[in-house]
């Protein structure tokens, strides 16, 4: 498995987590990488994406002020810091890596994909 995620649990609501997302391939430097999840019984949807040097991210408006993306390329590491967690948040998260530099919501955009770490958000 090429991308790496890494770092659900379980947290009280209200509490923070990050997750990690390695590279093992040092293959995406040059690409934005993005977060999806997949909450029981629905789709996947967008989370965050953040582009290739850091300095696009673009949110769901779901997370929007809580969630922070961010990356280190010299690690090959992308993260996502989670703050005022609600039950809602409950998923499994993936990273993924885009096509592009810059990063879309679209799922389509993307063509390699980690393969997820479950959070899960108790009230």
């Known amino acids: 498995v090429q991308l790496q995620a890494s770092g659900g649990g379980l947290v009280l609501a209200g509490g923070s987590l990050r997750l990690s997302c390695a590279d093992s391939?040092?293959?995406?430097?040059?690409?934005?990488v993005g977060w999806f999840r997949q909450a029981p019984g629905k789709e996947r949807e967008f989370v965050a994406t953040?582009?290739?040097?850091?300095?696009?991210?673009y949110y769901a408006d779901s997370v929007k002020g809580r969630f922070t993306i961010t990356r280190d390329n010299a690690k090959n590491e992308v993260y996502l810091q989670m703050n005022m967690l609600k039950p809602g948040d409950t998923a499994v998260y993936y990273c993924?890596?885009?096509?592009?530099?810059?990063?879309?919501?679209?799922?389509?955009?993307?063509?390699?994909w980690g393969q997820g770490t479950q959070l899960t958000v108790s009230s």
């Open positions: 391939r040092r293959t995406f430097s040059n690409n934005a």
């Open positions: 993924a890596r885009s096509r592009s530099s810059y990063g879309s919501r679209r799922q389509s955009d993307y063509n390699s």
């Open positions: 953040i582009s290739w040097r850091g300095g696009d991210t």
